[in-house]
Nanobody, 124 residues
Framework: QVPMIESGGGWVQPGDSLRLSCAAS????????TAWFRQSPGKEREFVAA????????YYLPSVKGRFTISRDNAENTVSLQMTNLKPEDTAVYYC?????????????????WGQGTQVTVST
């Protein structure tokens, strides 16, 4: 197992921005795809965004497209999620996940490596 390590969560007000970062605990781990999922209390885990190893392909949940941007730094082997114009409905625990072999990068089933999550709270 290669745990993923998230950072950057916190509490912000509606309209604010926040940046999450994800790194593999083993720096040589270079997965096919890396994604962010989120989960709110009482709800199922939800896909947010994904990016392929090359960075050429990205995928987004429709409700975050245009507000969130996923990117990767191949030199540092990290993946970031820049979140802007945050809304209260974005409040959730955000999880980073890595897929070694690909598949449907919007599906949790494609991911074998997960982080423990970081809390994002958007409220006044």
């Amino acid at each position: 197992q290669v745990p993923m390590i998230e950072s950057g969560g916190g509490w912000v007000q509606p309209g604010d921005s926040l940046r999450l970062s994800c790194a593999a605990s083993e720096r040589t781990f270079n997965p096919y795809g890396t994604a962010w999922f989120r989960q709110s209390p009482g709800k199922e885990r939800e896909f947010v965004a994904a990016i392929t190893r090359s960075g050429r392909s990205t995928y987004y949940l429709p409700s975050v497209k245009g507000r969130f941007t996923i990117s990767r730094d191949n030199a540092e082997n990290t993946v970031s999620l820049q979140m802007t114009n945050l809304k209260p409905e974005d409040t959730a625990v955000y999880y980073c996940a890595a897929s070694a072999n690909g598949g449907d990068l919007r599906s949790p089933g494609a991911y074998g490596y997960w982080g423990q999550g970081t809390q994002v709270t958007v409220s006044t």
